[in-house]
């Protein structure tokens, strides 16, 4: 596809760049500039350079949280996305009720407000209440996301997967959709298994919609606070304390705006870093799918 | 180009509605059985912690705590009734409402013109400009958290609906761009310059033609917002005290107060979750179709 070159277009992308500059440019503004100064009040301000970037960097906690979040981000996407494209496998290929209503199932956990799913999931898991921790413990096994560290990452975990599975399942199953009958019918001729349409066919044809699943998924999931929040309040201890969490402590926990500030400078890097890599990725697989 | 230009009368673009009508019929899974048992008991689990809630709102909070049954042994409509006769309770839901839709209009109005332009033309840092906008979607909320609130007391917005759906707008607007472009790419540019040659204004090609084109792709966009809108609370409840307030936040407050009530909380919960319901029971037919003609 070949695009006129017109910079009137621009008139175009102006609403937009207005908008997002009032809400992103203005307010970065405002963090880089808490960044380099010491706030006790208002009018008493001193520029202390890098200071805070240099505390924020030296501090552990915040290389705990990180490692935490990386690992957090791993195993979301390790577990997700082939479950994901499992459950898209599973679903009805023809259109009817039977699809429609798997649809609907399927987007359900999407529209639940974050901090909602927390509260579903410690309703759920409590030992003395909840479904899952009664009948685990009944079990015999101790159980208690709110005690134990490993029970709290299982909990997180099991929420995080039942909570955005299903847009994985969602963008896989349109991928699925766009691949006409014909390619179906010629693989049935030549007597192909289940598992090679899955190889030659089906997962070529799901690459765009999947490197957006990836995408979305190592976004939101680096992003995470209400879930976790709501449901461990980044406990045990620490143990579930990611990024997001960590930086709402230290900015309206402790109110110390200069680490705080620094320390978002730092995390909006980290993302943009890594937005910018999958960005190229995202491209590149555009232009290949294109042929 | 000519030749259809006699034949295709103003307004009327033939063979625009076919590319979303081939869909694949009979389609037969190979494995239909197997996947069928497979897709139910993933819905089944589901669907579990959602009847966990439900069964816990149907019950009082001393009926919770006395005993551990798998359904509600004499259910009540207390909870819900005390929702929906405390003002503190279902006007967090007016609030929600209010600010979702502000946002998902505001978003919209934005974003079509811009994808228009980013799936039509080339113009001077067009790329850099597409990927700036990516990267807001991927700022984490909680950067611009002090901020806001301190850009939107300036603006005298704090604790008003507009500065919600202002803010969501951070998020939202790169998204529903990004969305909106894919499905505008899959339009022949054809219809376009037909539509010129017929002597349309742009204006009025672009809403009376090529908006009835990308429907799905806006009904798929709307969803979106509406959907990241709907369930964003941290910035929610930062700009906001009482006047905007959030159902989500009403919960949080409620529970740090009074104890807590699992019986009310389940109720909530459960009342959060109808809106969404809705809102996908309406665009269920666009949903498949939808996703696999744009790029998201």
Redesign the interface.
Known sequence: ?N????????F??L???L??A???I???V??VN?SVQDIFGPGERYFVGLEWFREVLRDTRLHEALWRQFLFSGLVLLIEIPLGV??A???????GWA??L???????????????IG???I??TRP????LG?AVNSAGIPFDHTAAPLDAWITVMLMEV?HWT?LVA??A???L?????AY?QAARIDGAS?WA?FRYIQLPKMR??LT?AVLLRF?DS??I??EPF?LTGGGPGNSTTF??IH??KI??GQFD?GP??AF?II??LI??L???VF?QVLQRV?TGDRR | MKLERSTAPAGAIPGAEAPARAQPRRARGFALRKGTVGLIVYFVLLLLPIYWMLNMSLRTNADILARFTLYPADPTLANYASIFSDPAWYSGYINSFIYVSLNTVISLLVALPAAYAFSRYRFLGDKHMFFWLLTNRMAPPAVFLLPFFQLYSTFGLIDTHIAVALAHTLFNVPLAVWILEGFMSGVPREIDETAYIDGYSFPRFFVTIFLPLIRAGVGVTAFFCFMFSWVELLLARTLTTTEAKPIAAVMTRTVSASGLDWGLLAAAGILTIVPGALVIYFVRNYMAKGFALGRV
């Open positions: 596809m695009k006129t070159y017109d910079n009137r277009a621009w175009l992308v609403p937009v760049f908008v997002v009032f809400s992103a203005i307010p970065l405002t963090v808490y499992a459950i496998l599973m679903m009805p290929r023809r259109s699809a429609s798997a649809l609907v199932l399927l987007a359900l956990p999407l529209l639940i407000p974050w901090n909602v509260t579903i999931w309703i759920f003395d209440i909840g479904l009664y039942w299903p969602l963008l199953y349109a991928g959709r766009a691949i006409p009958e179906y289940d349409v765009g919609v957006i976004m680096f992003l606070y209400a709501v990024l997001s930086l709402v900015a309206v705006l705080a500030a978002s995390y909006f993302v943009l890594f937005s910018w960005y555009g």
